[in-house]
């Protein structure tokens, strides 16, 4: 379950319409990791969002007379909406597969099903990853460990 698809697959197993919580608090969005910029990471925030959607391109940076390069920047995150179930993590997931995020000082990455998937605040890095999950009262609770090395 370290892998955005391996999250994914084991979700599908569980009942769609349960809520999802990491840690016993909702998952709020998905971004680039600080630990490593290349892969994504589970935050649970007290943001809002209304409903569960990969954020807009920013604009890229506009060229001076000199020319240097061009620059596109990547997504900041996927959003999950306020309360989600566990379809609107699975959504989430899926829409990260084939995005280009931002990483978090720079720098586009790509996301695939076999990237690594963290759980952590934006702009911390936790070592935190789900390495399980408790079903309980129409609650899916993802459980997290710390990982070796961290």
């Known amino acids: 379950m370290n892998t ?25 969005a998905l971004s680039s990791y600080r630990g490593y910029y ?10 809002r969002h209304a ?5 807009e ?17 990547g997504h900041n995150e996927v959003s999950i909406k306020a309360d989600p179930v566990v379809a609107d993590l699975v959504q989430a997931l899926d829409l990260a597969v084939g995005a280009v995020f931002e990483g978090y000082k720079g720098g586009q990455y790509a996301m695939r099903s076999s990237t690594t ?6 702009g911390r890095c936790e070592g935190r990853q ?4 408790a079903p309980a009262n129409g609650t899916l609770n993802l459980i997290t460990k710390e990982t070796e090395g961290w």
């Open 57 to 73: 391109l920013p604009k890229p940076f506009e060229m001076n007379l000199a020319g240097y390069g061009t620059y596109t920047p």
């Open 4 to 28: 955005i698809g391996g999250l994914r697959d084991a979700l599908l197993s569980q009942d769609q319409t349960w809520r999802v919580m990491v840690d016993g608090v909702a998952p709020t």
């Open 38 to 47: 290349d892969q994504l990471a589970i935050e649970c925030t007290s943001a």
């Open 117 to 122: 998937l963290w759980a952590s605040e934006y």
């Open 51 to 55: 409903a569960t959607e990969l954020d």
């Open 130 to 133: 789900v390495v399980g999950f």
